[in-house]
């Protein structure tokens, strides 16, 4: 089956990447994804504009240089966390392992290209007020794996940012 993505230059993409049947593995492993990013970094031109971790997604908003490497940027993630994570891997169906794949990661991932300025800040919203919708924590800021504390510290967001009224514009998204 093939898959349209669309390809529109000097646009931001929310990317969503889960793991094999919903795994917890990605907030314990922080710093194997950390450098998984970094290394895609060496080898494609990406800015990561926001990221909430999750146990069992990413949450990410990239302005990629060339719009058309994104695909090739997740895979390089995926690969390089795949090739150095050996911890409790549960075997794949046979359509996983018949393409070499670990069972790490779900095979697709989304993509949602963001159109305006108003949709990237609803974007940035959701993703960071996410570990409050999945119940991880209680407030945003009590969730270290997310790129609200430098928010914060740049003036963006108020400390105690996520109330009713904060979340009102990002209530109605649901990208899951």
Request: a neutral charge; aromatic letters at 16%.
């Amino acid at each position: 089956m093939n898959y349209r993505r669309a390809f529109i230059q000097n646009s931001y993409l929310h990317l969503i990447v889960v793991s094999y049947k919903r795994k917890s593995i990605f907030a314990d492993n922080i710093e194997l994804l950390r450098h998984a990013f970094k290394n895609a970094k060496q080898f494609f031109d990406f800015e990561i504009i926001a990221i909430c971790v999750l146990p069992d997604h990413i949450h990410v908003i990239l302005n990629p240089k060339n719009i058309e490497e994104y695909p090739k940027i997740i895979t390089s993630i995926k690969y390089y966390f795949s090739k150095n994570y050996n911890v409790g891997v549960e075997t794949p169906t046979y359509g996983y392992v018949n393409k070499g794949e670990k069972g790490i990661f779900q095979r697709r991932f989304f993509e949602h290209t963001i159109a305006s300025e108003e949709e990237l800040n609803n974007q940035i919203n959701y993703i960071h007020y996410n570990p409050v919708k999945h119940g991880q924590v209680n407030k945003v800021k009590d969730w270290q794996y997310s790129s609200f504390h430098k928010f914060v510290k740049l003036g963006l967001y108020d400390n105690d940012w996520g109330s009713e009224k904060d979340i009102e514009n990002i209530r109605d998204l649901d990208f899951e």
